[in-house]
C-alpha cells in the first residue's frame, strides 16, 4: 500500500511565524509533489506542486523536495491567521494518473 | 476561465437507493478524477478517466462506477447506498501534460 504521511496536528503557530508542515511518501516511484490546502466545509486547492529536489518558492511560500528521504515539507512565511486551514500532501503514482493524498495537517494561526 | 463544476453540491438519501453525481472539468481537461473524502479515511481515490476510457481504479466495491462522455464530463454512481458511503465526493481535472489536480466544490452525499 503506498502511504502518504503527515501529522495531523494541530499545529500552532502565532501570527507571523514561520509554519512548517511536514510528509513523507512511501513510493520510491514518485516523481511529482503537491500542496493542498483546504479550508473547514470547502474543496482541496492546490498551492504548490514540487517535482525536483531541492526549494521552490512562491510568495510566502516555499516547498521543499527530498527524494532520498521521501520527505517534502512546506514551509509558510509570515504565517496570518488566514492561512489557518488542513494542509494535504500528495504524490503521484508512476504512471501520473493517481494521486496519494495524506492525512492532513491542521494549521492554526493565533492572532 | 471556469473552474471544475460538480452537481449536485448537496443530497440526501436513504439506504438501498442509488445517486449519481455530475462533474463537467475545466475547459479543455480531458482527465476527470473521482475522490471520496470522510473525516475518518481521508481523501481516497474512487477512479480516473481519460479520453472516455478509465484508467486506473481505487479500491472501492463495484457498487462504485462512472463513466466519461465524449466531452469530458464525467459521471459517478453508487447503486444500493450505505450509511457509510455518507462523503464528499469530490471531482478534479487535470491538464495535459502536468500532474495537477484542480478539484471542484464537491457533492455532499448524506445516507440516512
Known amino acids: 500500500q503506498k502511504e502518504v504521511e503527515q501529522n495531523s496536528g494541530p499545529l500552532s503557530v502565532p501570527e507571523g511565524a514561520i509554519a512548517s508542515l511536514n510528509c513523507t511518501y512511501s513510493?520510491?516511484?514518485?516523481?511529482?509533489f503537491f500542496w493542498y490546502r483546504q479550508y473547514s466545509g470547502k474543496s482541496p486547492e492546490l498551492i504548490m506542486s514540487?517535482?525536483?529536489?531541492g526549494d521552490k518558492e512562491d510568495g510566502r511560500f516555499t516547498a521543499q523536495l527530498n527524494k532520498a528521504s521521501q520527505y517534502v515539507s512546506l514551509l509558510i512565511r509570515d504565517s496570518q491567521p488566514s492561512d489557518s486551514a488542513t494542509y494535504l500532501c500528495?504524490?503521484?503514482?508512476?504512471?501520473?494518473?493517481?494521486?496519494?493524498f495524506g492525512g492532513g495537517t491542521r494549521l492554526m494561526v493565533k492572532p | 476561465k471556469a473552474g471544475v463544476t460538480q452537481t449536485p453540491r448537496y443530497l440526501i438519501k436513504t439506504r438501498g437507493q442509488q445517486v449519481t453525481l455530475s462533474c463537467s472539468p475545466i475547459?479543455?481537461?480531458?482527465?476527470v478524477s473521482w475522490y471520496q473524502q470522510t473525516p475518518g479515511q481521508g481523501l481516497q481515490f474512487l477512479f480516473e478517466?481519460?479520453?472516455?476510457?478509465?484508467?486506473n481504479k481505487g479500491n472501492f466495491p463495484g457498487r462504485f462506477s462512472g463513466r466519461q462522455f465524449s466531452n469530458s464530463r464525467s459521471e459517478m454512481n453508487v447503486s444500493t447506498l450505505e450509511l457509510g458511503d455518507s462523503a464528499l465526493y469530490l471531482c478534479?481535472?487535470?491538464?495535459?501534460?502536468?500532474?495537477?489536480?484542480?478539484f471542484g466544490e464537491g457533492s455532499r452525499l448524506t445516507v440516512l
Open positions: 478517466y481519460f479520453s472516455e476510457t478509465q484508467r
Open positions: 514540487i517535482y525536483s529536489n
Open positions: 475547459s479543455g481537461h480531458r482527465s
Open positions: 513510493d520510491r516511484g514518485s516523481q511529482s
Open positions: 500528495a504524490a503521484n503514482n508512476n504512471a501520473g494518473n493517481m494521486l496519494t
Open positions: 478534479a481535472s487535470r491538464g495535459p501534460g502536468t500532474g495537477e489536480l484542480f
